[in-house]
């Protein structure tokens, strides 16, 4: 099963200090390369601008702990890479509780995680720790030690590109700057490896299937500054990979405009599959499908997942981790994005070359004594024929008709064999 | 009542045994003729190239039976010519119980009637009986006996057209294949014998009117395949008529769009006169509204009738028989299609050629003395006028202000002599 | 509270004997030029061809009484001007109580009071008195005097025009021909006035704002026959104003489009302000509306007030009187308008001008230490740059979003003071 797989290389990453930018996505970025050799790894160095934005500094971080008086260490960054705020500066310093507080996130709401925090464009020193581990602390002085430092460096990001056929793309996106959390957003990266391999290993394919790995927002920006006009070009339709490897839901969220190509496949691949799954709108978006979708970019980029960023309660804490994913919430996904990328290759639009119905009894086609009820199994060729119009393409037909996609792309392809349908 | 005639000319015509092609469709439409002298009926040969399909040979039967060892018929195509499968080939054979229940067509749903069974394009030898009498049947030798063959002769079809000022056409299709079944089919051929002599006795019409009898399918592709373009630039609406005269229910079936001509005037003279109507959608399809509706034919015809086809239990039964079709059945239907045909002469689009309001009083058409709530009688002039923009038609117009569309052309006919409205 | 300002100034107005031409409506629009003195009064001669209709005669009223046989008033036109029939003819003439009832207009579903009732193109003699009144009345003699005259004149509007920066228009239309009523029509002219009186008093505006008084139906279509083809032009929306003094209910009804830039800000800000007012449907309509709209015209207005005409139980009686508007009444229905007035002022279109998602925390627009939750109070600045395409106007992107027009309107102007947005 490849969702044991995926669940495997996820446990093999998760440890991983990633950070917006520095080794640890560099790590991350090599652990995928041994799958998918053809993988691009690409720097753009600090200051470099893109659009709105500029290139931030690396982030590096050696030791960071609290310790007590006696010389325990209360948390230590070693043990979870949560317990430092990302791109915190550095400090080394003995204090009293009540000073040391100002320095310390928790999240209330879920008082025994430790939250994931980020700084990444403001300076600003702190660290996390649990509510309750917060509330337990004695008074008295404790050292805080945070040994990090803010450098010239790189963004760095990977790229695999499988050409097809034709350059018309289909485009995956994940990303990979979070540290230790495992469905948001490790899952996706992950994932997004193992579809990869899925379509290395393919005999043919008519569309061209881009993946990307980029820090998150920073990451897109960048990629999106040095390839816009290709992608804009080029891009079909494009889902977001993240939050993929836990077993409790099925999410749909949709494009800004709601009826792109994106949309129409997770639709049609989620309601015949998963019809319970749940739908949100644009206005719940949170990841890169920000920016794909922004004004003068208009990139159709949606999002398919299990259960949401933000719609968990393990969401951004420590309890994201390997025990919230599981292989069968990876296969799960990964049959999904297999079904969209087969609904991808196979939908087009055919159009009815004969005038008036086609005699399809005599092509084996339909029962050739006929009498009341008989024409059931041939129903729906008589009506895929009808509604081929050379408009409608298969996901269309497939909504008119209430029959499932790929029965209707089997029809397909009798028709066209018997030259009852034409390719538009 | 023109409900009894029509009845009276069924039951004349049912007893013909009507097949594909041959004497049975001939003496039907000679009977008709006799009705509209004007009919012009067309013979194209077997073997004549239409479309995807060709034009088959003509079946005759003489005898067709079953007899036990006393030489008593059990059944005999002369006491009904539902026994005998439509095309069915010759034989002339003794056999077992066993080996005749392999010739034998049932009914299992409705096991005390005849199903009606067709093998035009197959060869194939069958007689149909009831489930219940075969049941009865004791073991022993049968005899069965079908004196049939299959030549080479013609399709025949008939056509009136009763020419109007325009070269518009509204068609009305009937077909003319079936043995004694009374509302499925022949209901809708005799009906449009006397929608036909109606329309003859009209003193002067806008529109063209075209009527077409023709065995189902193979008839409908071969007068499409000869007369294509000329019904493609003219043919604004049709209606396929059949199940006309049994008293149960009104339904109308829509085109593959839904929204053509022949939709909006179906749809506004069923939900003024039965508002209780069944709507199918185009996926419920059975008659030749397939072939108008085809890809790449495209002339907007769909379906007005009583109890649809396929559902009533009498459906190609010999339930289906002078029983179940009365003369209140055929007058409902008479009076609906001459609806239809009104709305078609009388529908049109207006624009109001006063700007603002026009002074009413004046012209008797306002109450003078206006005081709260006097002004409802003359309220639909006033919404008539606001409405009449040049694209609006009647049917439009009596959809927006919820109004009769013939209170609305009676509006209209006033308001053309006062000079108020133009005719687009 | 100018509510209570025009509250006073209707009192004032109220008791003018105001009828479709003539004194009353001159006395009216004086008094309006004293608060505005901007007013241009227009005089339209009796005789001038207007579109369909001809500006009738003036009609000037004396004396109007019914007299008993011991000379006692029974109604008097002096006590209340409703019990004259505007423009009835003169009589002087004692009759038996069975004829005089011949002339008695009385509103049987309202026993208790006097009906409005006019007739302004037919020859007629009438007063009107209340059902219970009448039905009391001995048998006997009495004495019908009317003591009036058609004669030459013009018919009298008002108009006041505030140019802005732009010729582009906000049209308020309000009628002058109702006697002593106060709701239905008074309340539109005198909210008029302090709306003139409001717009006046802005330091600077894009938009021009044209008032317009007159008498209802002759007076619209003598305005518009004036001005049509301006006002075709640059009329951008525009209400008619009446029935703004009572405090029961808020309404708006439809332009025939009913998607009109008028009934958009209308729909905006009653949801905004109001949301359980009422929606209405063009066919409702009853004023001035009705010309606006015709075919031919087609300037975009609509209707928004408290309750409408015809649906409260005083409409059109002696009970619409001053008891029944309310300086409340009229405060709201002053900050409904100059919501819409600061609405058609603010609304436009903007489409962000950076590519991607603009880097907010170094604007101080984003929360700079980013953790789960954080992002809520700056949803509204994202969600707005991504739907500010250049198409979607503030009221639009306020639907999508559903966050009030108003707090897009300032995150729109800190937009564009940070050049991240561009007017359309």
Redesign the interface.
């Known amino acids: 099963m490849v969702g044991k797989e995926i669940y495997d290389f996820t446990c093999r990453l998760f440890p991983i200090n990633r950070y917006l930018m520095g080794e640890g996505v560099r790590k991350t970025l090599l652990s995928i390369k041994e799958i998918i050799p053809e993988m691009q790894i690409c720097e753009v160095p600090s200051g470099t601008k893109v659009?709105?934005?500029t290139v931030p500094l690396e982030w590096k971080v050696r030791e960071a702990y609290i310790e007590n008086e006696r010389k325990e260490r209360i948390i230590d960054f070693k043990k979870n890479n949560l317990h430092v705020?990302a791109y915190s500066n550095a400090i080394d310093e003995w204090m009293p509780l009540k000073k040391l507080k100002e320095y310390i996130?928790t999240?209330k709401e879920h008082a025994d995680s430790v939250?994931?925090?980020?700084?990444?464009?403001?300076d600003?020193i702190?660290m996390c720790m649990s509510e309750r581990q917060l509330n337990a602390l004695p008074e008295g002085n404790y050292h805080l030690y945070i040994d990090s430092e803010k450098v010239k460096g790189s963004l760095t990001y990977g790229e695999i590109i499988f050409k097809g056929d034709t350059d018309d793309e289909l485009l995956f996106h994940s990303v990979i700057c979070h540290p230790s959390l495992a469905n948001d957003e490790l899952s996706g990266v992950t994932l997004a490896a193992f579809l990869a391999r899925e379509i290395r290993e393919m005999r043919g394919h008519r569309y061209t299937y881009r993946f990307v790995f980029v820090p998150e927002?920073i990451g897109?920006?960048t990629y999106?500054?040095k390839n816009?006009f290709y992608l804009k070009e080029h891009v079909k339709a494009g889902y977001i990979l993240s939050c993929e490897g836990d077993n409790r839901a099925y999410s749909y969220l949709a494009t800004?405009k709601g009826n792109s190509l994106a949309d129409r496949m997770a639709i049609k691949v989620l309601s015949e599959l998963h019809s319970d799954y749940t739908k949100y709108s644009?206005?719940d978006r949170g990841s890169d499908e920000?920016?794909y979708?922004?004004?003068?970019?208009d990139i159709p980029v949606c999002l398919v997942c299990r259960s949401k960023a933000?719609e968990f309660p393990e969401?951004?804490?420590s309890n994201d981790n390997l025990d919230f994913v599981c292989p069968e919430g990876f296969q799960g996904s990964f049959e999904v994005f297999m079904s969209i990328i087969k609904l991808f290759e196979k939908n087009r639009s055919y159009?009815?070359k004969?005038?008036?119905?086609?005699?399809l009894?005599?092509r084996g086609l339909y029962s050739?004594?006929?009498?009341?009820g008989s024409k059931t199994p041939y129903k729906v060729i008589?009506?895929f024929?009808?509604?081929?119009?050379?408009d409608n393409d298969l996901i269309a037909i497939s909504d008119?008709?209430d029959v499932p996609w790929e029965r209707l792309n089997e029809i397909a392809e009798i028709l066209l064999e018997q030259n009852l349908i034409e390719e538009m």
């Open positions: 659009f709105d934005w705020v996130h999240d939250p994931y925090v980020t700084s990444y464009y403001n600003h702190g927002t897109a920006i999106l500054a816009l800004i644009f206005l920000r920016q979708n922004s004004v003068g970019i933000g969401y951004h804490t159009r009815t004969v005038l008036c119905e086609p005699q009894g005599r050739n004594v006929s009498f009341s008589v009506d024929l009808a509604y081929a119009n050379g008119i008709l």
